[in-house]
């Protein structure tokens, strides 16, 4: 690399940051059941001390993401205790996300349930995670819905997208300034006829309308597999509405695969369309990168250390591009010099400049094996093995 990418591929570093969440040290499993480990988190305090272990190695997960129902289950009363936690383990408390799928009251839906008094509840539960986010200073109210219908003619699309719309509002009111509302879309999974927020035009419209805080969460496993994810984030750039996301990678449908394992030159055109936007506009995109993944086979933390480190390698091949230069050879229509200058990018080895970086702040070189010699895992095996053992973990 000359030194003008390497200049750049260090001011990319210096500011690169990705929220990692509990669930992905928890024991998780498929429809099917789960098989469990004997080293998986099964105490919020665990999950603290990964996702510190984590933060320790690679130095780019300051914040974990944190789920009301898993992480919070005693609501305002566990905000001490995660408070204790943030500080034991040096990992503060990231984006807040509500769950709004999980309890019997949700099987016909929560903020689009025909009862009201549903839908009331799943207000309420949003408001108590909006006010838990803002005793812990958190940010961001990561919202997924569940809600849809399984056969045609069962739902009332369009009265469900009043509700929708009616309860965002609700929700966004109670936002206090620095606060963001998130809405992330899915087209299908777990309903399978219909989905309320489908698509990330029904969360912008849905977005725009509660208020000026609420910004679109685009989840990468969260699409159809021609779909052209970085053309919706140039528009959700350009739209001014692009929140944050949930990276992970997939093959077939919302997989939870570790993210750039099946594609990483498209999440290299993902952080393309941001690091354009802000080289043309002169400011920073306000974006939270979050995973999102499920690592039902891999060991939790390694697995944990290969996603992040990823990001960071294809974040900081993306900040080799030179936008100058592609932007005159866009201009003058030379095709192949505009798309070498992707091709180039992506296949620059940043890996030795990213290993200096994190020599000069005091990480290991190479996170990955120093996880695998500093006998964290022994430890935390040995520790948490036999309460692992006694989980069930069939299906039925
Ligand atoms: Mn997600």
């Known amino acids: 690399m000359d030194s003008h990418k390497t200049e750049r591929v260090l001011q990319a570093l210096e500011r690169f940051n990705i929220e990692i969440p509990s669930w992905g040290f928890a024991n998780t499993g498929s429809r099917f059941g789960k098989f469990l480990q004997p080293a ?13 272990h984590v933060h320790q190695l690679t130095g780019i997960c300051p914040t974990i993401a944190l789920h009301m129902q898993w992480d919070l289950p005693e609501g305002v009363q566990s905000v001490n205790e995660i408070q204790r936690l943030s500080r034991a383990y040096r990992v503060r408390p990231g984006s807040i996300n509500p769950n709004l799928f999980q309890n019997q009251c949700y099987k016909f839906g929560s903020l689009g349930n025909p009862d009201k008094s549903i839908r009331d509840t799943a207000l309420q539960h949003t408001k108590d995670s909006i006010e838990i986010a803002r005793s812990l200073q958190s940010r961001d109210i990561s919202m997924w819905f569940a809600d849809g219908s399984n056969y045609p003619g069962t739902a009332n699309i369009r009265q469900r997208k009043r ?32 989905t309320d927020i489908a698509d990330w035009g029904m969360a912008l419209l849905l977005a725009r309308s509660a208020g000026p805080q609420a910004k679109v969460l685009v989840d990468t496993g969260h699409h159809y597999l021609a779909q052209n994810i970085e053309q919706i984030v140039a528009w959700l750039l350009s739209e001014e509405m692009l929140g944050g996301f949930h990276f992970n990678d997939r093959r077939y449908a919302d997989d939870d695969l570790t993210l750039g394992s099946i594609d990483p030159y498209q999440v290299f055109r ?50 080799v591009v030179d936008n100058a ?34 020599d000069s702040k005091g990480y290991p070189r190479d996170p990955m094996t120093a996880f695998r010699e500093n006998g964290y895992l022994d430890r935390i095996t040995k520790e948490r093995a036999a309460r692992n053992a006694g989980i069930v973990s069939s299906y039925a």
């Open 325 to 358: 230069a592609l932007t005159e050879a866009r201009d003058n229509c030379d095709l192949v010099r505009a798309e070498s200058q992707f091709q180039d990018a992506f296949a620059t080895d940043t890996r030795p400049t990213i290993e200096e970086w994190r």
């Open 163 to 194: 509700w929708f719309d009616e309860n965002l509002k609700a929700c966004h009111a109670e936002l206090s300034a620095n606060q963001r509302l998130l809405v992330e879309y899915k087209p299908f999974e777990p309903a399978f006829y219909h």
């Open 270 to 319: 993902i952080f393309h369309e941001i690091l354009y936007f802000e080289w043309e506009t002169g400011r920073p995109a306000d974006i939270a990168y979050m995973i999102d993944q499920s690592h039902n086979l891999k060991g939790k933390i390694e697995a944990m250390i290969q996603t992040v480190t990823m990001a960071q390698l294809i974040f900081s091949k993306a900040a």
């Open 40 to 52: 998986a988190a099964n105490t919020v305090e665990e999950k603290f001390s990964d996702a510190g």
